[in-house]
């Protein structure tokens, strides 16, 4: 999902958004408050992701802010200058999470077993992983039809391929742009809420992502939402194994099949033209 | 005054003060008096950010409630304290940080440092500078062996491996007829040091032992799905995870989800350090868990333990980790061998007087006794015990407790570890 948020953002304004990282940990964050707050109140627990994906879509709208009050003004500067702009974003994220919510790390206790357990394949399986695959299925689905189908997507498409055009057949481009970061960063603050059952906030763990969004990316194809998608897959089952096979190889592996898919296509699996 | 920022007006005090005393001083005793007025300067390194940060913040939090606790009752030698504290990050900027501490704010000593990677490059610094340097965690050992076997100025704290070493001795107790073990631990140093020691300890105990799996993720790893799904297909009988931050307390919830310690034993060596956050609802009972240092729930804790662990709940909402212990242990030693230096007339000791004084000094810390062996390294219990949930909190203690001394899980001055370890008699 925050591979999805990076796509979106990088495919219509071309930045590389290396802040999407701080909007998952802030997510994260928001979500271990909205979920705490949800069960002090009082709250039935297993109706906790309705808060926890609320707080997640609502922190989204920090998106218009950091667009609207930072963003905007570096569009027309070089790469070097947006990328040093998400990445100062990133930073001062990561302090005003420790500010907010103090260094150590935080979790909604033992909600994340509410749901259950299930005995898929001979394994165990909680019941909650199995909703937030379905949740993220559902999404992907959503922005699909979103980009494809709406009239929305229509001007997002048009605008990733051709800004001058689009802007010159009366788009309002700074009402796009704003609109495609808060979804980009609504995409990475819901991804962030939705995981921290099973984990725990950490104020670092913005950064950490970053790295493993950028090689899904890569390896997918920058600007492409199937990209992203089949990325995140190929990057998650590759780990799995190689860490049941070889742990050795885990980290190096992802790098490994970015050299390689750099070098044989380096648009990605699944970067056509439009990226 | 505790805090790092003192305000304007504070510092103006004190520079009146301090004029005033070198003033007064120049009139009555021109050789005696400046060095030992005003407030003695008292330097801190703790860790800030980054997965230490929580550490970072009990040691420092200790330190406070130790320098408000000794200012209530008249400073040291009637002289107030005062912190500075400095950060602790990598060790080229707190080697600069350490140098400003002692050159610039004049600091008595230097108490903190957590990393070993950082308190490697301190340890040579403060024999240097010729100022004393108390570590609270960080040690000067590369891997399992010492670099400075000598010191003049340092003092280390335990050997990192000292709390995998405890669980190796206790595992066989409670764990019988181990045969198969599986390990993960944060990939660097410390992660692989405790395995490596604590594979060496077990083997003692269980020669037939398979040691099945190891992994070692980075620190700061979130997920740990695949690294469980693979320590569930090695089908070992017993786990050994030597996380100590946040990781400990994902991999427990991670790991409930799949129900692995419904088969398997565990043993956590070191994640007591974040024992709050172990909630009964993913924390299972039959664990064993190391809380390093300090046991905050001890049953037999002192008066002192219980009521630093009563204001420490009331002030920070949180329950103290082993930091704690090893901060305050680091600055009441300091105070217990400047007086000891001061002889009965009282006077304020020389810096080479009062590391002299810290050779084989023993305190009273939280935890109980707490020593200096005369290699300059810290000497103590450790605390470690099968988790229960029968207690009045939300996550889980220990019971039966084991207390385990670094007399005897501590390798000796001088020693190799793995030379010392294969000598045992057991």
Not at chain 1, 162 to 169: D, I, S, T, Y
Request: glycine share 10%.
């Amino acid at each position: 999902m925050v591979a999805a948020g990076l796509q979106v953002v990088f495919g219509v304004q071309k930045i590389f958004n290396l802040a999407c990282g701080s909007f998952y940990a802030l997510g994260a964050y928001v979500g271990v408050s909205a979920v705490g707050w949800y069960v002090g109140a009082g709250g039935p627990p297993a109706l906790f992701i309705v808060p926890l994906a609320l707080a997640g879509l609502a922190v989204g709208a920090v998106g218009i802010v950091v667009e609207r009050g930072l963003l905007r003004f570096v569009y027309d500067r070089d790469e070097t200058f947006q990328l040093l702009m998400t990445f100062a974003i990133v930073l001062m994220m990561e302090d005003a999470i420790r500010l907010t919510w103090g260094t150590a790390p935080r979790s909604t206790a033992g909600l994340y077993l509410a749901y259950g357990q299930v005995q898929l394949l001979g394994a165990t399986a909680p019941v909650y992983n199995l909703i937030v695959i379905a949740a993220s299925l559902a999404i992907a689905l959503a922005i699909g039809w979103l980009l494809a189908r709406t009239a929305f997507g229509r001007i997002i498409r048009a605008t990733a391929d051709n800004r001058e055009m689009a802007e010159a057949l009366g788009v309002d481009m700074r009402r796009v742009y704003a609109e495609v970061f808060t979804l980009g960063t609504a995409l990475g603050t819901l991804g962030g809420a939705l995981v921290i059952p099973t984990t725990a906030a950490m104020s670092e763990m913005g950064i950490e992502l970053i790295v493993e969004a950028f090689a899904v990316v890569v390896i997918g194809g920058l600007g492409s939402m199937r990209g992203a998608f089949g990325g995140a897959l190929v990057v998650g089952v590759l780990r799995a194994i190689a860490i049941s096979v070889y742990p050795e190889l885990e980290m190096l592996l992802i790098y490994l099949i970015v050299i390689a898919v750099l070098a044989a296509r380096p648009r990605g699996l699944f970067g056509g033209a439009a990226a | 005054m505790t805090h790092d920022h003192s305000s304007r007006r504070q510092f103006l005090k004190l520079l009146g003060a301090g004029a005033g005393a070198a003033a007064a001083s120049r009139l009555d005793a021109p050789a005696a008096g400046t060095q030992a007025s005003g407030p003695v300067k008292i330097g801190v390194l703790t860790i800030r950010a980054g997965v230490a940060a929580p550490v970072g913040a009990a040691g420092l939090r200790a330190t406070e409630w130790w320098a408000e606790r000794v200012n209530n009752a008249g400073g040291i030698l009637g002289r107030p304290i005062q912190l500075v504290v400095e950060e602790e990050s990598n060790p080229k900027d707190t080697v600069e940080r350490f140098r400003k501490l002692v050159l610039q704010d004049q600091v008595e000593v230097v108490l903190g440092g957590i990393s070993t990677g950082v308190t490697l490059a301190l340890g040579p610094v403060a024999e240097d500078l010729g100022t004393p340097w108390l570590s609270w965690d960080g040690t000067t050992q590369r891997g399992v062996e010492e670099t400075m076997p000598n010191p003049k100025w340092a003092f280390k704290s335990v050997d990192n491996e000292v709390e995998a070493i405890v669980a190796g001795i206790l595992t066989p107790k409670y764990f019988k007829g181990i045969k198969t073990v599986a390990g993960i631990g944060n990939d660097y140093s410390y992660g692989h040091d405790c395995w490596e020691s604590y594979q060496a300890v077990l083997r003692r105990y269980v020669p037939d032992v398979k040691f099945v799996l190891e992994l070692f993720p980075k620190l700061g790893v979130t997920d740990f799905t695949s690294h469980i799904a693979a320590i569930q297909q090695s089908k070992a009988d017993l786990l050994m995870c030597s996380f100590w931050s946040g990781d400990a307390t994902i991999i427990m919830k991670q790991a409930a989800a799949v129900g692995l310690f419904k088969t398997m034993k565990g043993v956590f060596t070191t994640a007591g350090g974040v024992h709050d956050s172990l909630k009964k609802e993913f924390t299972p009972e039959g664990l064993l868990l190391g809380y390093n240092t300090m046991y905050f729930d001890d049953p037999k804790g002192s008066a002192l333990l219980k009521q630093f662990v009563r204001e420490y709940k009331a002030k920070y909402n949180e329950y103290p980790p082993y930091e704690c212990d090893h901060a305050f242990f680091n600055a009441e030693s300091y105070k217990v061998a400047v007086e000891k230096a001061a002889g009965p007339a009282k006077k304020w000791p020389e810096k080479a007087r009062v590391v002299k004084a810290l050779e084989g000094l023993e305190i009273e810390s939280l935890s109980g006794k707490r020593s200096w062996r005369e290699d300059h390294v810290q000497m103590c219990n450790f605390y470690q015990g099968i988790t229960t949930h029968k207690n009045a909190y939300d996550f889980v203690t220990i019971g039966p407790l084991e207390v385990v001394s670094t007399k005897q899980a501590m390798k000796p001055a001088g020693s190799k570890l793995f030379e010392w370890i294969a000598g045992w008699k057991v």
